[in-house]
């Protein structure tokens, strides 16, 4: 479970829409030459819902409540690091074109429509990637979801001088990537590595093994989930001329077997399995394969470690690439070279914590002001993440451009390769924020870009010249387009719609801040219904995930389910990051290594005591609630609480023990299960009996979960039953996975989350004898 995979249904409940992976862009209902629904019709329709003109679910599950974001696709041309125009590619109104921030008057078309006709088929188009010398372009259609980040499409090859569209197969492909000069396309083909020659118009095999058991070019389900966190597994060298990729050989990992009742009308369900390794059990073995394509030659690296983290180019022979022991406490960077196959380890490292897994490594060509070639990456500073630059890469000595007490975050962002200058965010001005900043890579001068209270994001232009700067947060988010020389900029949205809807609704009110627990400083954040009233007593949610590294008190736009349930309900909801999440740095997060549910839970239990005591907090109606996680943090907290403090509980799709879940999240912060057999004990969701002293708790779980498997619950509901325990009530979704959505289910869990704890408030599970 990576902190996208165990966060994921809590993403869904803070943003409101039930998308499994972020949206660049939502589709708005307000558009303004011919639009769905005008403003004042929504703002009626939201009335006849809502009579209080308080925030609820009409509005949160209608997308023009979330706010919009525009994405663009930055185009790297030949000149692009010495003479940066801002080139990127976008869509307007169905049509797709190329457009210069240093030109206002240059404007190219690509193609003129979002749908085509191909032997008098028509269709619709889902994705379009410019090629670099924006001559041509994949266009994707027929597009179907397959795990969280991978899909299956058509894909297409349309030449943009003649508008013609032609096939790159007749067979849904996993994927297609440009290569950098434009000449090439990769792809992926049940599970082999294909590569199009544009010019000839023919593709050739580069793998031939490819099937149930082996994965070439695209991760297997453990590696998309946990390592890569993307549907693709394969590298282009920067001038093209080779392509790297991992080959997964998953024949000694036990299959995992879902069953799917509702998929059709047949009286016997449908059996699927996955490959799916728990922890003790056999990884996926992986190597990597080097593909020249002049030669039509692949070779396969003989190196082994037992985890492949990241792999990227490091000049245009040489591949950089990281690995890991199973428990993720022993590092290694190699250097491959792609002319002789030779291997070199240039960086050997031993952690008392866990090594987390990055993908922002950043190769750094030689140049006229720097000698040799380089990368920089992220590096553990007395116990906190900053930047350093290794040069030439196999100097296992790096100069530190960043350090203190805070942390660089997804760094680094970009670099100015006619500037040398490096661009990053750090959570120095406040670890719920997130600001950027540049340092020069001579110098060391860091130089701050942005300020005030916000949550910045950002996409740089392949020059890094030029930035598309977000601030999400705690406001209405606004885009803007800026020249990083000039410091020009321009909106690029501004959500002005977003801003008019909500003037019609009370908003819950935010604050943040941090608190002494006794056990810990912890961020929170705690919403306030309208109309708060100080001297009144409110019922209280704790909406919560606390997995490891990662964050939820952010002072980011949101709303979702936690302000729904504020306004609605007339409550207190707070979300409190304990010990164990990110951001913090090592200590702070490190602490749960080997005994997960256990100081997570403490400081949970600690800070709803905090609450309790305030004057408007009514100390029996206090809840929790999280999903995946979340969910497990629901019912351990319980567990540990024993009705003490937390009247109720609300947990979705939960790991209930973490012998069961997947071995590359599970055995990075518990080791494997022979190796801490205590811990796994204790972790799980046991004691049914301190369990059973809360008043009520609901648990909801979908049966077609490929993550948490409905089997966590399963086992949970076999030892409830054992105990006799009846203080409980279950929602199961059939064939639902993580992120319970089949049929209907994304409308249907919040419904019952929603009137559960509404009903959890009034009373109405209490026993007589409770009464």
């Not at 964050?551 to 979702?560: A, D, I, N, P, R």
């Amino acid at each position: 479970m990576t902190l996208v995979a165990l966060v994921w249904g809590s993403v869904l409940l803070i943003a409101g829409v039930a998308h499994l992976r972020e949206v660049s862009t939502q589709r708005s209902l307000l558009q303004d030459d011919d639009g769905l629904i005008s403003l004042l019709q929504l703002r009626q329709q939201y009335a006849d819902f809502n009579v209080s003109g308080r925030i609820g679910f009409p509005q949160v599950r209608n997308s023009s409540f979330a706010p919009e974001y525009k994405s663009i696709q930055w185009i790297s041309e030949p000149d692009s690091f010495k003479d940066d125009k801002g080139t990127f590619a976008t869509s307007d109104k169905g049509k797709y074109l190329v457009k210069s921030i240093q030109d206002d008057n240059y404007e190219k078309y690509l193609f003129n429509s979002s749908h085509f006709f191909f032997d008098h088929i028509n269709y619709t188009i889902s994705a379009f990637v410019a090629s670099p010398n924006l001559e041509m372009a994949i266009v994707q259609t027929n597009w179907t979801q397959h795990w969280r980040h991978s899909s299956f499409a058509l894909h297409w090859v349309l030449d943009v001088e003649t508008q013609r569209i032609t096939p790159l197969s007749s067979e849904k492909l996993s994927f297609a990537t440009w290569s950098p000069t434009s000449t090439h396309i990769a792809y992926v083909l049940d599970n082999d590595v294909y590569v199009y020659d544009y010019k000839t118009h023919t593709s050739t095999r580069a793998s031939f093994d490819g099937g149930d058991e082996i994965f070439n070019g695209k991760p297997d389900w453990v590696y998309e989930e946990e390592v890569f966190e993307d549907e693709s597994a394969l590298w282009w060298s920067p001038k093209g001329d080779y392509v790297a990729f991992l080959r997964t050989n998953d024949s000694l990992v036990p299959d995992f077997p879902i069953t799917y009742f509702v998929q059709d009308d047949s009286p016997y369900p449908e059996l699927r399995e996955i490959k799916y390794p728990k922890p003790g059990y056999p990884n996926p073995n992986v190597s990597l394969a080097l593909y020249n394509i002049h030669s039509n030659v692949t070779d396969y690296i003989e190196y082994q470690d037992d985890i492949f983290t990241e792999v990227v180019w490091v000049g245009n022979e040489q591949l950089l690439l990281k690995s890991v022991n199973r428990e993720a406490d022993f590092l290694k960077v190699v250097l491959i070279n792609a002319h002789s196959s030779s291997i070199s380890i240039v960086r050997d490292e031993e952690t008392d914590s866990w090594f987390e897994i990055t993908h922002d490594t950043l190769f750094i060509p030689k140049s006229e002001t720097r000698e040799l070639d380089g990368y920089i990456d992220t590096v553990s500073v007395n116990g906190y993440n900053h930047l350093a630059y290794f040069t030439p890469p196999n100097n296992s000595t790096p100069k530190l451009l960043t350090q203190g007490e805070w942390e660089v975050v997804d760094a680094p962002s970009a670099f100015d390769y006619a500037k040398d200058l490096v661009y990053f965010f750090s959570t120095e001005v406040s670890s719920i924020e997130r600001h950027l900043y540049s340092v020069d890579i001579h110098s060391g001068e860091i130089k701050s870009l942005t300020k005030g209270e916000a949550w910045f994001s950002a996409s740089f232009s392949s020059g890094a010249r030029y930035v598309s700067l977000t601030k999400r947060g705690p406001g209405i988010p606004s885009q803007s387009l800026l020249d990083l020389y000039t410091g020009d900029s321009r909106p690029l949205e501004t959500n002005d719609k977003l801003s008019h809807l909500l003037e019609d609704f009370e908003i819950p009110e935010k604050v943040y801040g941090e608190v002494d627990i006794g056990t810990a400083k912890v961020n929170y954040v705690e919403r306030l219904p309208p109309q708060f009233d100080p001297k009144k007593q409110y019922p209280m949610l704790f909406f919560m995930y606390g997995g490891p590294g990662s964050q939820l008190v952010t002072k980011t736009f949101s709303l979702g389910f936690p302000e729904v349930v504020s306004a609605q309900l007339d409550a207190i909801v707070v979300t409190v990051d304990g010990r164990g999440t990110g951001f913090k740095g090592r200590g702070f997060r490190s602490l749960v290594r080997d005994n997960l549910g256990h100081y997570e839970v403490i400081d949970q239990i600690a800070a709803a005591k905090h609450w309790s005591q305030k004057k408007y907090i009514d100390s029996t109606r206090i809840a929790i609630f999280g999903w995946s996680y979340g969910g497990y943090m629901t019912l351990k907290t319980l567990e540990r609480d024993a009705g003490e403090t937390f009247s109720y509980g609300m947990s979705v799709a939960p790991v209930t023990d973490w012998a069961l879940y997947d071995s590359v999240y599970t055995e990075r912060y518990m080791h494997t299960p022979q190796n801490n057999a205590d811990g796994y004990a204790q972790s799980a969701v046991h004691n049914i009996t301190q369990l059973m002293k809360a008043k009520r708790f609901l648990l909801c779980h979908g049966t077609g979960d490929d993550n948490v498997h409905f089997q966590n619950s399963a086992k949970l509901l076999d030892k409830l039953d054992l105990a006799g325990a009846e203080n409980y009530d279950l929602h199961v979704f059939p064939d639902s996975d993580h992120a319970i959505r089949y049929h209907n289910a994304n409308s249907i869990i919040y419904d019952k989350l929603f009137s559960w704890l509404d009903h959890a408030f009034k009373g109405d599970y209490l026993s007589a004898f409770q009464r």
